[in-house]
């Protein structure tokens, strides 16, 4: 039995997402990781109802277009609907990002990149 049925990682860096899903592929914590480039495709793939019930999102805070906290400010509106765990990874060592993360209750944590097995943990 896995973790999560889904696990969602939002960074507009294709080589972090690479590395980031072989890692959870290693830990085995889902059957399913998607990617996405742009905060705007995770939100529109996020909007369908019958998406998996257990899902981890992963979210990058500097990215074009649409940043981090933009995607958690639209996110909000999805929030009623779903029950995901969010987790904002950042290469951000900036202490107010940090705090900023925490004005958002249904995010659970911030990882500071890289992710690891550890870090990760932390929040399984």
Request: negative net charge; proline residues 6%.
């Amino acid at each position: 039995m896995y973790p999560f049925d889904l696990i969602v990682l939002i960074d507009d860096d294709p080589i972090n997402n690479l590395i980031n899903k072989r890692l959870i592929n290693k830990l085995n914590l889902t059957p399913k990781t998607i990617e996405f480039l742009e905060a705007e495709q995770a939100l529109e793939y996020l909007k369908n109802p019958d998406l998996e019930k257990k899902v981890l999102i992963l979210v990058d805070i500097n990215m074009p277009v649409m940043n981090g906290w933009d995607f958690l400010s639209q996110y909000v509106e999805l929030e009623n609907q779903r029950n995901d765990r969010i987790i904002m990874l950042s290469s951000s060592i900036d202490f107010q990002d940090r705090q900023k993360s925490k004005e958002f209750p249904f995010v659970s944590g911030f990882i500071e990149k890289p992710l690891t097995h550890e870090k990760l943990e932390t929040f399984i």
